[in-house]
């Protein structure tokens, strides 16, 4: 951080310039959402529910990210969050990756949907959401993924989301905390929102 109390004027106006400019030379893209409603719609919002990471994520701090950003959408919509996977009516099942775009580009495509055989989620580098590509900042370097499936107590799906965004590694919205709140908040926007829909959510419409 820059000490800017005891800078002299006109070094003051070149550090906030230097720091403009390499603010500019961040990407931050919007967030993709693409969500899947069951027919039975009434259930959503209510009663306990607890969190699961079916997949193994190799950083504990993202994946504490990612669960209280997810644990803190659910609450405002309704949810009692509970960790008594026993003594919980529903489940909300996380899955995130961090992948370069050239991975993402390379890979196959990933399936949400509410139903049998649906709901993956695509891993592969970066699952630990630690990558560090450098290279260029002025475009999409990686783009960061949660998914999220809400079952009920018999273990069919009532709700299915995805939502992911392209950053550059020098955004701000490329920190993980900031990227956990930034794809929840956008997931859970208008929630449960149209079945089969997807909607692009400018950060801005986020704060």
Not at 77 to 103: C, F, H, K, P
Request: overall charge negative.
């Amino acid at each position: 951080m820059i000490a800017l109390r005891h800078m002299a004027r006109p070094a003051l106006i070149l550090a906030l310039a230097g720091a403009l400019s390499a603010c500019a030379g961040a990407y931050t893209g919007p967030v993709e959402v693409t969500r899947f409603v069951s027919e039975q719609p009434a259930m959503l919002g209510q009663g306990t529910i607890t969190l699961e990471f079916p997949d193994e994520l190799r950083n504990a701090g993202a994946r504490d990210a990612f669960a209280s950003a997810v644990a803190s959408e659910l609450t405002a919509l309704g949810y009692t969050v509970v960790m008594d996977a026993q003594s919980a009516r529903q489940t909300a099942t996380i899955r995130t990756s961090r992948n370069s775009i050239e991975t993402a580009d390379r890979g196959g495509p990933v399936s949400v949907g509410v139903g049998g055989g649906t709901g993956t989620f695509g891993s592969g580098v970066g699952v630990g959401l630690g990558i560090n590509l450098g290279g260029g900042e002025r475009g999409p370097r990686v783009v960061t993924e949660l998914a999220v499936r809400i079952s009920g107590p018999d273990g069919a799906s009532l709700w299915e989301g995805r939502a992911e965004q392209p950053t550059s590694m020098k955004s701000p919205y490329a920190d993980v905390d900031a990227s956990a709140r930034t794809l929840a908040a956008a997931l859970f926007k208008d929630f449960p929102g149209g079945n089969g829909e997807t909607v692009t959510i400018d950060v801005d419409e986020l704060r």
